[in-house]
């Protein structure tokens, strides 16, 4: 049988598997827009509905559920979560879970300071003593996670940390450039807290599923939707319509003494 028949094969039963038991692909995720997000009762992002796009063609159905980063990685390891969306390649999961090999998006780890407490800076050093909000369960650079030089406080949500930075009882915060500007845009403090300039880490993510049987041709199978689904104005118009919400960017620096590590700097 030719491979590529073999693969349709398996994705049919896989299919076919889930229908007959009355089933949906479980996918949990956290909010992270504008990449994934929850506005007025509806789930919305580039990366969720690039990925509903791509099942629909599969003819797979998906429930879809937000939790904390943290719960979301204990559901995969209890096996009551098939898959999540928006996840950091690392080969220490690699025995527990299936990268398709087309991702979905590209992230910028960059840090947030008030105009009240500037801190800017270009390298780490410059940030000895201070106190940095983070997210549980998100792992960065290994330079980053490793330093003894300054603190690191975890906040339950993005927008707590920027409530904390506004307040001035944190330093600093680390999130995605496009997200950090997205939670300043919906708090209104968008003149009141600056994005730095250096990008502590720069990371791929992807929809990632559990070992099982016939996951790992699903995968392949999304991967192949999900590249052909790129190449379509259709995907062009979504990500201009999601990039409009962070036009305004800020000049990037690359930390010049940052070694990037991509297996350990997984979310």
């Avoid at 410059?126 to 909000?133: D, H, Q, V």
């Avoid at 949500?157 to 999130?175: M, P, Q, Y």
């Amino acid at each position: 049988m030719p491979v590529i028949l073999q693969l349709l094969t398996a994705v049919l039963f896989t299919c076919l598997s889930l229908t007959a038991h009355g089933e949906k692909l479980r996918i949990v995720t956290e909010p992270w827009a504008p990449y994934v997000y929850e506005e007025n009762g509806q789930m919305r992002g580039l990366d969720y509905e690039t990925t509903v796009i791509v099942f629909q063609r599969l003819g797979i159905e998906v429930q879809w559920q937000f939790l904390p980063w943290k719960r979301c990685l204990a559901m995969l390891d209890q096996g009551l979560a098939d898959g999540a969306l928006d996840i950091f390649h690392s080969h220490e999961r690699d025995a527990a879970l299936l990268y398709p090999s087309e991702p979905l998006s590209q992230v910028e780890f960059v840090m947030f300071y008030a105009n009240a407490n500037p801190h800017p800076f270009k390298t780490l050093q410059e940030l000895r003593g201070l106190t940095i909000g983070t997210s549980p369960g998100y792992l960065y650079s290994t330079e980053f996670s490793d330093s003894t030089l300054f603190t690191r406080e975890p906040a339950p949500s993005h927008e707590a940390n920027f409530g904390k930075l506004a307040r001035g009882r944190i330093d600093l915060v680390i999130t995605d450039r496009r997200v950090g500007q997205h939670v300043l845009k919906q708090l209104g403090l968008e003149n009141q807290i600056t994005q730095a300039a250096p990008v502590i880490s720069s990371q791929k993510q992807f929809l990632a599923v559990r070992r099982g049987a016939g996951m790992d041709l699903l995968v392949q199978r999304f991967a192949a939707e999900l590249k052909r689904f790129k190449q379509e104005p259709a995907y062009a118009a979504l990500r201009a319509r999601y990039a409009s919400a962070s036009a305004q960017k800020a000049p990037a620096l690359q930390l010049h003494d940052t070694v990037e590590q991509q297996e350990s700097s997984a979310q």
